[in-house]
């Protein structure tokens, strides 16, 4: 069985671009998650989704981050226009039910410079 | 959410039993402790969870006094390839949700050594 995968493992763009992240949970996971790691900082959590809506995106932390999750499979995270300080590591996760343990992708690492 | 607290690092030859404790003082009832293992440049790996008593699974077993404001993780003989980061957290039970929306704090580095 597929683990979770991300795209891509390494991202460095410049100040003010776009980036889109993309994240492939498990097949059947209706649970989906981000996080993210700044650096030197803990990894804390971005959002939920549950099939295609967000549960809770109370970790977003401005409005230059959109998640979306269109037909309940793959995620996207967009990070329009990206800032020195979203450089990072970011995290997806999927469970089968929240709650239960979430299996982790190896994660995104973005820099922006 | 209630806050974890858990040594930075820790040091352990290979084969010996390594328990790596974590507190979480003001825990609510219907929390679960949860722990996680992330090696370099991977995703965190769930290890175990429990409410109370002793859990076991293949990889680890998790014991949680009576109290339940401390949890400890005991690794069993471990080798160089258990060197990782250990993540203890404490959420909303898994049956109603909520736990997945913790920050992870900052874990403990376990180092294996020959």
């Known amino acids: 069985e597929a683990g979770v995968t991300q795209f891509p493992s390494h991202s460095v763009i410049e100040k003010g671009q776009t980036v889109t992240l993309r994240c492939d949970p498990i097949s059947g996971h209706d649970n989906l998650y981000w996080y993210r790691r700044v650096m030197g900082k803990e990894i804390k959590f971005l959002l939920h989704?549950?099939?295609?809506?967000?549960?809770?995106e109370s970790g977003m932390p401005n409005n230059r981050f959109l998640a979306e999750r269109t037909g309940g499979t793959y995620s996207t995270l967009k990070v329009q226009p990206a800032e020195l300080e979203d450089s990072g590591v970011y995290f997806c996760?999927?469970?089968?039910?929240?709650?239960?343990?979430?299996?982790f992708g190896q994660g995104t690492r973005l820099t922006v410079v | 959410l209630a806050k974890t607290t858990q040594p930075i690092s820790m040091d352990s030859y290979e084969g010996q039993e390594v328990n790596i404790t974590c507190s979480h003082n003001n825990i609510a009832t219907n929390d679960y402790i949860t722990w996680y293992q992330q090696f370099p440049s991977q995703g965190p790996r769930f290890i175990i969870q429990g409410y109370k008593t002793k859990v076991t699974n293949e990889v680890a077993s998790l014991f949680i006094p009576a109290d339940r404001k401390s949890s400890t993780l005991s690794l069993p003989r471990v080798s160089l390839s258990d060197t990782a980061v250990y993540y203890c957290?404490?959420?909303?039970?898994?049956?109603?949700?909520?736990?997945?929306?913790?920050?992870f704090g900052t874990g403990t580095k376990l180092q294996v050594i020959p």
């Open positions: 989704f549950v099939k295609e809506s967000k549960q809770d």
């Open positions: 957290l404490v959420g909303e039970s898994p049956i109603s949700g909520g736990y997945q929306k913790v920050t």
């Open positions: 996760a999927s469970s089968l039910r929240d709650g239960l343990k979430a299996f």
